[in-house]
């Protein structure tokens, strides 16, 4: 399967690594879905940035994945666009602290509806489009999924869940639809906060590589796992600068 004219939908692509994916995509020669929450200004950068050098057709839709009915809406409305799609990256994610004695019932909610209940619902919608162009669903982990965070706690086990929900799926949609995972490390510092477990110095010890990584590493990831890795479903590709070695 070439990216050249497939058609890709990121969740969360306004910024960060999501727009990093966006931007690999497009040079790939993939035609994008671009989906963001509130960041409108940053999408629409983005995608006037990947028109003017790549000529990408992008279609940008805001919404909250939380809400019950929107991951349906959002894959009818790229395929109304479209006519097809080829490509489904859930990479939309909320990072927040949530020390145990402080968690609330509206915490975990918010967590596993865009962690797990968003992932779950926009492959079903869109399971019937990728079954005919035989495509593919990246889900954007994180390595706190397979080593809890402390004061973590909703989202290192909502993440977790997205890991069982992928290797579930590989097995649902198996033999036309391949799903895996990509469990990035530290590629980029959270904004306005620092490490939970340790000054970043004392982090990148802690890091066979011994540096912080690059979004480019996530989205390279993510394009091998998209088109490259035809004999590869349900697997969770760790790329953390060997952080998980200790």
Known sequence: MKATEKVVLVTGAARRVGAAIARNLAA????????????????????????????????????????????????????????????????????????????????????????????LFLTQAAAPHLRRSHGAVVNIGDIHGEIPLRSYLPYSVTKAGLLALTRSLAKELGPDIRVNSVSPGVVLWAENQDP???????????????????????????????????????HNLVVDGGRMLY
């Open 28 to 119: 790939e020669g993939c035609q994008l879905v671009l989906h963001y929450r509130r960041s409108r200004s940053d999408a629409e950068a983005l995608a006037a940035e990947l028109r003017h050098q790549y000529r990408t057709e992008c279609l940008l839709i805001a919404g909250d994945l939380a809400a019950v009915a929107f991951p349906a809406q959002l894959i009818a409305a790229s395929v109304e666009h479209f006519g097809r799609l080829d490509g489904l990256v859930n990479n939309a994610s909320i990072y927040q602290s949530s020390p145990f004695e402080q968690i609330t019932p509206e915490d975990w909610q918010r967590m596993e509806a865009i962690h797990l209940r968003a992932p």
């Open 196 to 234: 939970p477990d340790g000054d970043k110095q004392a982090l990148l010890e802690r890091n066979a590589l011994k540096r912080v990584g690059n979004p480019q590493d996530i989205a390279s990831a993510v394009a091998y796992l998209l088109f490259d890795a035809q004999y590869t479903t349900g």
